[in-house]
């Protein structure tokens, strides 16, 4: 979710886009076209630490206590609400 945020946010505002997964990268690319996006790195930082283990998976899948999840969640919309404010 986080993600394709931050990439509409790119293409929103004509920024460099790359196929990438990488939330800090992205984040780098969103503060190229607005350094107020800074507000952001606490939360790309905790989610893109989850994004390889649950994307490609090497052994069997970690168990997210409900805890996780709800702290990602709320990380994934704090990155939505910051966006959605830039672009409306």
């Not at 790195?41 to 899948?61: G, H, K, Q, S, V």
Request: with cysteine; charged share 35%; hydrophobic share 40%.
């Amino acid at each position: 979710m986080a993600e394709k945020y931050l990439k509409g946010f790119l293409v929103y505002s004509g920024g460099k886009l790359e196929k990438v997964h990488d939330l800090i990268k992205l984040l780098n690319e969103c503060k190229k076209v607005s350094s107020d996006f800074d507000d952001l790195n606490d939360e790309c930082i905790f989610l893109n630490a989850y994004y390889i283990e649950t994307r490609y998976p090497l052994a069997a899948p970690v168990d997210y206590s409900k805890k996780e999840a709800r702290e990602a969640l709320s990380a994934a919309e704090r990155i939505g609400e910051f966006v959605v404010k830039r672009i409306i």
